[in-house]
Nanobody, 114 residues
Framework: VQLVESGGGLVQAGGSLNVSCVAF????????MGWYRQSPGKGREAVAISGWDGERIIYLDSVKGRFTISRDFTKKTVHLQMNSLKHKDTATYYCYADTAQSNWGQGIQVTVSS
């Protein structure tokens, strides 16, 4: 499965950004799909995950109420709308898709200036 990300960029604190990801696959079933992020010197953390059933959604505590994940199962896309961005949200954001194995996008930079 190839994951292609788009969006991201630079925004001032308090602003909004959107990142999107599309999965190009061989017809494999995509289970969980969502976003992780990694800042320099830190480990990768799950930001928002959409479960395979379309009902289970998990958010990192620090982004609850500010970020919204949406998913199109037919198009195999996932989007992350990020509002009220904070400097600490600065990171490389990675799209993730579970097809009985882990698949990762190349990463896209989100920078929030304070």
């Amino acid at each position: 499965v190839q994951l292609v990300e788009s969006g991201g960029g630079l925004v001032q604190a308090g602003g909004s950004l959107n990142v999107s990801c599309v999965a190009f696959d061989d017809g494999s079933m995509v289970y969980d799909m969502g976003w992780y992020r990694q800042s320099p010197g830190k480990g990768r953390e799950a930001v928002a995950i959409s479960g395979w059933d379309g009902e289970r959604i998990i958010y990192l505590d620090s982004v609850k109420g500010r970020f919204t994940i949406s998913r199109d199962f037919t198009k195999k896309t996932v989007h992350l709308q990020m509002n009220s961005l904070k400097h600490k949200d600065t990171a490389t954001y990675y799209c993730y898709a579970d097809t009985a194995q882990s698949n990762w996008g190349q990463g896209i930079q989100v920078t929030v200036s304070s």
